[in-house]
Structures are given as C-alpha cells and as structure tokens.
C-alpha cells in the first residue's frame, strides 16, 4: 500500500495529531483523497485503471476498516478531524470496495453504529454530497432547456415499440417501460412476468398495516370536526393491494377511500377483485402526475391520509409529489410512503432518512418516523411480523430492494 493507505491502518497508538499532520501533508502534495487501493495495485502492476472489476477501496474504507478498539475521547476527536480531512479534499462517502461494503458496513463492523460520532459524519457527509448533486442537475437541467429553445430541433419520433426495446434494468427505473411491462401476480408476490422484478411482496403486511392506521390516525379521531366536511384518504399504487385491505378494514363508512393506480394488468386484477364496485372506493385510472393535478384544478376534495408506494420511480419522482401533497393535503392530515429509499444499502438508508427530513421542513412539514426491526420470523400462523417486520423471502426474486435490519416509518405533517 501507499504511505497514505498505511497511515490510515492505524498501526501506532495512541492516535495522535501526528496522524492528522501527516494526513494534511500527503493530501496537500498531490494524493487524491479518492487513491483507491485497486489503482495503486494496477499502478504496481502496470495496468490501466479500468481494470478494478469496479470496486473502489478508498482510504475512507482504509480508515474505517482498521478503526481501533476502544479509543479515548482525544483519539476520536483526531479520527473525527481526519474524516472531514478527506471530505474537504474531496472523498466520496457511498463507494464500494472489493468486499462489496460502504465506509458505513465497515464502521459498524468495528463497532461504530449508527448513532456513532463517525456515522454520523459520514450521513452528514452523504446528506451534503446529495444535496448539491441535485442542485447542479437541476442548473445543467435548466441550462438544457435554454439551449433546446434557442435551436428549436426537430427530433425524430421515437416509435412505442423502440421506446420499450430497452436493457432490463430500465423496468425498475423508467416508469413508462414499466407501465408497458407485462406483470404475474403470485400467491405471495407481485413481480414482473419477464424478468423476475419484486415490484410488491407479502412480507411487507406489517408495513401496510402500519401505513393504514397512519393515514385514518386523524380521520378516526375527529370527533369534533365538521360534520359537513368530507372524509377522505388516497393510496397511490395499488401492487397487491395490501394497504387497500386494510383501508377496507379501518375505515368507517363515512370515509372516502381513493385508490391511483396506472398499470393495465393491476388495473384489470382490481376490476376482477371487485375494487371498482365497492362501496365508498375510487378508483383513478391513471398516472398520479395527471389524476392529482385534475383533483387540484377541480378543487374541493383534500386528504386526510395520503400513501405513495409505486414502482420504477426514484426520489426526484417524489420532489414532484410533495407539490401535490402541500396542496392536497388536510392541515391536520398524514402523509406517508414505503420507506425503501436506498434501501438496498444502509448507509444511502441513512442518508436519505436525512434527506427527506430536510426536503420536508422546506415545504414547512415534519417528519417523524417510528423505527420497526425487521427480520422476525413468521410462525406460520397468520400472526405476521409479531413485534416487527416479517423476514423478506427473496426467492425466485431477481434481486431483493430492502436489505436494512430495521424499516424506518415515516409519519409526515404540516407544522
């Protein structure tokens, strides 16, 4: 390794500020904050760079792999400064090494958890980089639409059939190859029929109960309200239709229960299941960016419960949302959604915990979340997910979505 790497293996205690000088000296002389161990192996060897098989062990990794074991208060306070050290001079905090891990795996290896010192700077860390991404996409975004005015080109039509002659992974995150994507409901799935994409599953019951009982918390107490003042809740994504159930379940009669959803085959299993005709449930046909703005434009009906859980759409999708939520949303109403944003690492888990917390004080809510273990496991007696989550089955599951030991619930209102 680099001298920069083994200084980062910690190999002299205590820790002290010689480490910290040596750090600053090696950054400030020309080593990237981001050297990873794969290109000074390829650098030894004579490779080029793009032989790494795509593991990035930065010393970040290196830091946090060789954290020692009980350290002082001054040590931590060292190792702390080293960290915003290497953020200052431009480390990545989401890499992954050749262990398949995040700097956060490792810290929690070590015994640095979640609510460690070192964590947590490395959500802040996360929370930042994030933030100011999104910002320069949306001036790239604007800078683009400048441009296309000014030329006025003239692109050519791109038929259906080659709008939806994309790699598989565009069924996960192009929602209009999604709506195309032919789907097969299983007894306990439903996934897309070609592919083998979890989009819904049963093990999260215990989420979607959670989630109806959140959305009808205001709704069943408001005993006092208006008596002429309608009623009403709305889940966009109908998948399995878990939540629904539960709705059902809850809700008194005198509560409107709307449903969004836009895939033709979960449209037509709702119209087998009986969705359509049943007493006090609305069914809108459509996307929710088209069916949300025509209940805005129309006027006189607010929510007092709102849930999204859709499939192919990612958090900028979601941005979107919170517009239509500030102005469809009761003052005294709830705003939820399934919580698996980056909830296929825990350290992203973490960061956009953060995130969406920030995202929602700008548009004057708060959001407050309930944190549910998961992984118990089922007695195969209806009693699912008894004290927390059930365990996720992945089988026959191209690729699992949720890899977190704890779900965090998020209920979100007006301040």
């Given at each position: 390794m680099s001298e920069l790497h083994d200084l980062l293996k910690f190999a002299e205690r205590p820790v002290g500020s010689g480490y910290l000088e040596k750090l600053r000296y090696y950054l400030s002389n020309g080593i990237p904050s981001t050297y990873t161990v794969e290109q000074l192996n390829n650098y030894l060897e004579g490779k080029e760079d793009d032989e790494c098989n795509g593991s990035n062990?930065?010393?970040?990794?290196?830091?946090?792999?060789?954290?020692?074991?009980?350290?002082?208060?001054?040590?931590?306070?060292?190792?702390?400064?080293?960290?915003?050290?290497l953020f200052e001079y431009g480390a990545g905090w989401n890499f992954i090494d050749a262990e398949d891990k995040t700097v956060g795996d490792h810290l929690i290896d070590r015994g640095y958890g979640i609510d460690s010192l070192f964590y947590r700077r490395l959500v802040e860390a996360g929370v930042s980089a994030e933030l100011l991404l999104r910002k320069v996409n949306e001036n790239i975004e604007f800078l683009e639409e400048q441009e296309d005015?000014?030329?006025?080109?003239?692109?050519?039509?791109?038929?259906?059939?080659?709008?939806?002659?994309?790699?598989?992974?565009?069924?996960?995150?192009?929602?209009?190859?999604?709506?195309?994507?032919?789907?097969e409901y299983r007894e306990n799935a439903l996934v897309t029929k070609d592919e083998q994409d979890g989009v819904m599953m049963d093990w999260e019951d215990e989420i979607m109960k959670m989630s109806a009982k959140s959305l009808l918390k205001t709704?069943?107490?408001?005993?006092?309200?208006?008596?002429?003042?309608?009623?009403?809740v709305l889940n966009i994504g109908f998948g399995m239709g878990i939540i629904d159930g539960y709705i059902e379940e809850y809700r008194d009669e005198d509560t409107k229960h709307y449903i969004c959803e836009a895939h033709p085959d979960v449209l037509a299993k709702m119209k087998e299941d009986g969705w359509f005709d049943?007493?006090?449930?609305?069914?809108?046909?459509?996307?929710?960016?088209?069916?949300?703005?025509?209940?805005?434009?129309?006027?006189?009906?607010?929510?007092?419960?709102?849930?999204?859980?859709?499939f192919?759409?990612?958090?900028?999708?979601?941005?979107?949302?919170?517009?239509?939520?500030?102005?469809?949303?009761?003052?005294?109403?709830?705003?939820?959604?399934?919580?698996?944003?980056?909830?296929?690492?825990?350290?992203?888990?973490?960061?956009?915990?953060?995130?969406?917390?920030?995202?929602?004080?700008?548009?004057?809510?708060?959001?407050?979340?309930?944190?549910?273990?998961?992984?118990?496991?089922?007695?195969?007696?209806?009693d699912k997910g008894k004290g927390g989550i059930e365990e996720p089955n992945w089988q026959d599951i191209k690729r699992s979505y949720y890899n977190i030991p704890y779900y965090y619930h998020p209920e979100i209102q007006f301040m």
């Open positions: 062990t930065t010393p970040l990794h290196v830091l946090a792999k060789h954290l020692p074991e009980n350290i002082n208060d001054e040590e931590e306070k060292v190792i702390l400064e080293m960290m915003n050290t005015d000014e030329e006025e080109e003239v692109l050519e039509e791109v038929k259906p059939e080659q709008a939806v002659a994309v790699n598989s992974d565009a069924t996960a995150n192009e929602p209009e190859v999604f709506l195309s994507t032919e789907l709704v069943n107490n408001s005993g006092d309200g208006d008596d002429n003042e309608s009623k009403n049943k007493k006090g449930v609305v069914v809108l046909t459509g996307r929710w960016q088209d069916e949300l703005n025509k209940i805005i434009d129309e006027g006189g009906i607010y929510f007092d419960g709102i849930y999204y859980d859709t192919s759409e990612g958090y900028e999708d979601m941005i979107e949302l919170y517009d239509n939520i500030v102005g469809l949303l009761k003052p005294d109403g709830i705003f939820s959604f399934f919580n698996g944003l980056g909830g296929d690492r825990q350290l992203c888990y973490e960061v956009y915990k953060e995130i969406v917390s920030i995202d929602m004080k700008n548009y004057g809510m708060r959001c407050e979340y309930r944190v549910v273990p998961v992984g118990i496991k089922s007695e195969g007696n209806g």
